[in-house]
């Protein structure tokens, strides 16, 4: 079982998650667009936001 300072830095952080895909998103890329949807449309990280999150996943499956 890891300490708990171990734990501390493998464990994902949601909010700092959500902001890399923000970037990703802002950049074009695709799975951000699709990564923050998905974290949008469920609350992870960030609140939930429905109507955005189905814009970024309608943009992620029209770009692929």
Known sequence: RPSAAAASRTSPDP?????????????????GKFALGECLLLGKGTAPNPKRA?????????IA
């Open 15 to 31: 909010a700092k998650s959500v902001a890399c895909f923000e970037a990703a998103a802002e950049q074009g890329d695709v799975l």
């Open 54 to 62: 189905v814009a970024l996943l309608r943009e992620a499956t029209f």
